[in-house]
């Protein structure tokens, strides 16, 4: 085999492989036998097959074949002589066959770059500290008995917050025509849940049960998901058969047991708890992102376009599946898609860029993770899912895309830790609603 090495730009690499023409042959008659020994041609036995014939016949998938061969047994071995790794998946162009000729075929790919890490020693940062306020303990009461709230009809006219059980029919607004599916019967609405389309709960307060029919005038969204409706005038005829009222119960010891607390002291301390976690979760999120920044800033190379574009094309397939779920279009935002693109390559070269310097860092400093570590992060994912679940988590995840999955936010995090215990860390009290906008951004 021989390898020649060539230059493209300060990244990209080309190698030209050759193979000899007596090792493809070799690999070529091979084959042939193989499929000699299970072929069936008329005037033939089994086994007997002449290799021209074998050849006329099976000389296009032979060559397909063992083109694959070639590359999957010599690769591998000219990137250890050379003593390169590919930053992505390479790309292959096959070579011809010619009888009695060597095979030659080229690899284009990046190398990783080559830097010394900048910035992470002695690092300066701020920590944001706070303690979960009074406030919050109640307002996370008022969250826990509305999840509680139980409804009960009500004399008077509907307002925001009130069930209300609804027969709507939807017609044309300019036509008049019945709209087909727009129709439901004896439906419960929550005014200001949201759930039904824009102005549509809005209809509906201020009236009563005892009314008679009344009509709504609605816009369907352009991005509606049933597209026969998309951006129509409609006007729904509302029969408005019952109201409820939303009553909350009363925030008190026996309320405390239902969530399995002593009494409603004990259970503003899980809360407490719980939100002191999330508060130091926070805390450590933004402590990451400053020094992502600084990392960032400090570490300037040429980044492998191989990278990037795999990372860009990650992270636009999750944001078009959020679009999706949440039926928002480009339209409706306040940037174009091509502003959303160049965005979002800026982010990808971000991420690239801090991982090649933490994945450094973690060279340099001898930071590694053990494998019970990572079986250990596998159980608690496991645990968290019910029976079969919980075993296919498991199956998974310790395979070897699964784990290099768990592999990778563990060495992050030791990468981080490492640097944190050398920084210059001050402190610094803050707000706790401030905190917690991280864990939501």
Not at 122 to 131: I, P
Not at 258 to 281: S, T
Not at 365 to 379: C, F, L, R, T
Request: aromatic share 8%.
């Amino acid at each position: 085999m021989d390898v020649k090495m060539q230059k493209k730009g300060d990244l990209g690499r080309e190698m030209t492989i050759t193979v000899p023409a007596g090792e493809v042959a070799r690999m070529v008659n091979d084959r042939l036998e193989m499929i000699g020994r299970q072929a069936k041609i008329p005037g033939f036995r089994p086994g007997k097959v002449p290799a021209n014939v074998l050849k006329q016949r099976y000389g296009a998938q032979v060559e397909q074949e063992v083109s694959q061969d070639i590359v999957s047994e010599t690769m591998p071995k000219a990137f250890d002589n050379e003593k390169v790794m590919p930053a992505a998946q390479p790309r292959v162009e096959f070579g011809k066959f010619a009888d009695g000729k060597d095979y030659t075929y080229t690899v284009s790919f990046e190398v990783l770059p080559e830097f010394t890490p900048k910035g992470y020693k002695d690092a300066k940062l701020t920590r944001q500290t706070a303690e979960a306020s009074d406030k919050q303990i109640d307002e996370a009461l008022e969250r826990l008995a509305g999840s509680m709230r139980s409804f009960t009809t009500k004399k008077g006219k509907a307002a925001k917050g009130d069930m209300t059980v609804i027969t709507a029919k939807g017609f044309d607004a300019k036509s008049g025509d019945e709209l087909p599916g727009a129709v439901i019967t004896k439906h419960s609405v929550e005014i200001g849940s949201g759930a039904l389309i824009p102005g549509f709960e809005d209809g509906l307060i201020g009236k009563e049960a005892s009314d008679k029919a009344f009509d709504i005038e609605v816009t369907f969204p352009k991005d509606y998901h049933a597209k026969d409706l998309a951006g129509v005038k409609a006007r729904f005829n509302i029969e408005l058969h019952e109201v409820k009222k939303a009553e909350l119960p009363k925030i008190d010891d026996d309320f405390a047991k239902q969530f399995g607390a002593k009494d409603l002291a004990d259970l503003k301390g899980k809360i407490a708890e719980q939100l002191n976690k999330d508060i130091e979760e926070a805390s450590r999120q933004r402590l990451k992102r400053d020094l992502f920044d600084l990392v960032e800033k400090e570490n300037k190379f040429a980044l492998p376009d191989s990278m990037v574009d795999q990372e860009f094309q990650a992270i636009w397939r999750a944001l078009m599946q959020d679009m999706q779920r949440s039926g928002v279009t480009f339209d409706q935002l306040d940037k174009s898609e091509d502003e959303m693109r160049a965005e979002h390559r800026k982010l990808a070269e971000r991420r690239v860029r801090v991982g090649l310097v933490l994945a450094e860092i973690g060279k340099v400093e001898g930071v590694k993770v053990e494998a019970d570590e990572v079986n250990a992060e596998i159980d608690r994912i496991a645990s968290q899912f019910p029976g079969e679940q919980a075993e296919r988590a498991r199956q998974y995840y310790n395979s070897e895309r699964g784990r290099q999955e768990i592999f990778g936010p563990i060495f992050e995090n030791k990468v981080c830790d490492w640097i944190f215990e050398k920084a210059k860390i001050s402190d610094k009290k803050v707000d706790a609603d401030e905190i917690l906008k991280e864990l939501n951004s």
